[in-house]
């Protein structure tokens, strides 16, 4: 079988379905924060893990938890004033307007989208502190994550190729003006 070239609309469809990466991990992100805010300790997969652990964070050690979590090992724990649990909360929420700034800033700038790969990776290499014990539902986190950098290392990669193809086709129209300038002075 014959392999087609990559043309300029695959390349677009790349960088577009990176860009649209980045917006799942916001939207679960989002949707875990709300989970955990407002109902149980539940989560669902492929969230960004560091926000979630702000607000875990701050939920322990302001005792927002159940009481049976803090017996055992945290039995003798201090709670901290309800500020630092805000805080904990406009931490995670503003890590989440980096990711959506990055991601209306990808549409223009390929940097942004190199960036927010790179938080990406610095949240998928923090998953093991968040998460200490290793699970099955982790397992297909970090599978996720490990796919979604993949993804944007793709679209990346399409980015600068787009920016390849635009340049060679604005060259190849100035050559073209300069061409039909130059044949129409001959006249």
């Known amino acids: 079988m014959k392999r087609r070239p990559i043309e300029k ?45 702000l607000i875990a964070l701050g939920k322990i050690m302001c005792g927002k938890m159940d009481n049976s979590f803090y017996v055992g090992q945290y039995a003798g724990i201090e709670f901290l004033e309800d500020g630092f649990y805000i805080g904990m909360i406009f931490a995670a929420i503003a890590i989440i307007g980096i990711y959506l700034l990055l991601w209306f800033l990808a549409k223009k700038y390929n940097v942004a989208l190199i960036i927010a ?59 073209l003006t300069t061409h039909r300038d130059q044949f129409a002075n001959r006249r």
């Open 9 to 53: 609309k695959d390349y677009e469809k790349r960088y577009q379905s990176a860009r649209w990466d980045i917006m799942l991990l916001i939207a679960l992100t989002v949707i875990n924060l709300g989970i955990m805010l407002f109902g149980d300790n539940v989560r669902y997969v492929s969230a960004a893990a560091i926000p979630l652990s």
């Open 117 to 175: 790969g790179a938080l990406i990776i610095a949240d998928t290499v923090c998953m093991p502190f968040v998460y200490p014990t290793f699970t099955i539902d982790l397992f297909f986190d970090y599978a996720i994550h490990a796919l979604m950098i993949i993804m944007i290392a793709m679209g990346v990669h399409a980015g600068f190729r787009l920016k390849k193809i635009i340049a060679d086709e604005e060259a190849f129209k100035a050559t």
